[in-house]
């Protein structure tokens, strides 16, 4: 296999592979709050626990809202210096109430440090996705 | 360490290596984010192995006082009272994902059950001990897993930065200049055979007079 094939493969395992761990489908905190053990299934077949501790903390937040999905997705833009984005509304709201930060509704534009400090809170119930259409526009 | 590819000077190969380029610094900046990101979680379990290793031991140490103090009272069949009365854990094994990264999790469950009032606050102390240890084993392995992988993306972004990155940059610097040489020698060319159309009395004559 010559160099440039190699190469052309690595990068496209690379992207395909940079959100395997995206949830296939997200569950809502009533759902997680009734589970024995909470975990949702990740893209890539695996299982992905859920700390009770940190469901405990966003339903002291929250309440029982059942419109909360989980784990809350945080986009990394790749075109910004260190930005993700929460794009759901209410997740903007929990988001923005966690960090003591205004609620100016979605999207919430988040900075690294912020993401850091979300990510030491709420571990297992906030995932980093790379944007699907960066993704896409590397594919072209 | 960089140089060129060996590639055919074609104006397709330009553009394919042009697209690759864009790729590779997509992938380059995703890998970099995905670093950062592997760090800081590094360094917060970090922080967390040393806080949980003292909680642990400051749970060992006063479980073990209390547990003395009991068989004291009780006497040697308390272990045995204990292993048939006290409610015993459930522990699920599962998996945690940190951007990609899969680490070992796990869950504790207890059944709900009466004991004496001296023994029910020992084992209360008991289970907080029992998840203290599985706090520690989880965090620690999170660490290594993270450790592992922090190394492996560090080593593709630098492959990236230093060797793939510059090589395509040069390849197509290096097609550039062949096509932009090219060109200047068809334009010479032409201007030349311009010339010896005009000397000869061609068509051209009549153009440039």
Redesign the interface.
Known sequence: MEERDILSTFLAEELRLANRHAPRRRLSLCELLEMEVPHVLTSDGSVHMIEPRELRLLHELVGRNCDLRLPIILEYIPRGEGLYMVNDPLEARVVAKILGLPDHGAPLVLYRSQVMHLRRLLRTCTTILISPRALAEDEQ | MSSA?R?RPTKIELI?LRR?L???I??H???S??L??LV??FM?RLREVLDKRLETRRALSSGYARALMLLGVYGPSLADYLWVAAPKPRV?V???????V?VR???I?YEETRLPPGLEDFVVEARRILEAIVDLAKTEQALYALGKEIAATKR?SKALEHI?IPRLRNTIRMLQMRFDEKDREEKARMKRIKQMLVRRGGPWKSETS
């Open positions: 590819i590639v394919r690759r864009r790729t590779s997509r992938v900046k995703i890998l984010e995905r950062i990101v800081n979680e917060a699920y599962g998996t945690e994902n940190i951007m990609g899969k999790s796990a869950v469950k593709k793939v």
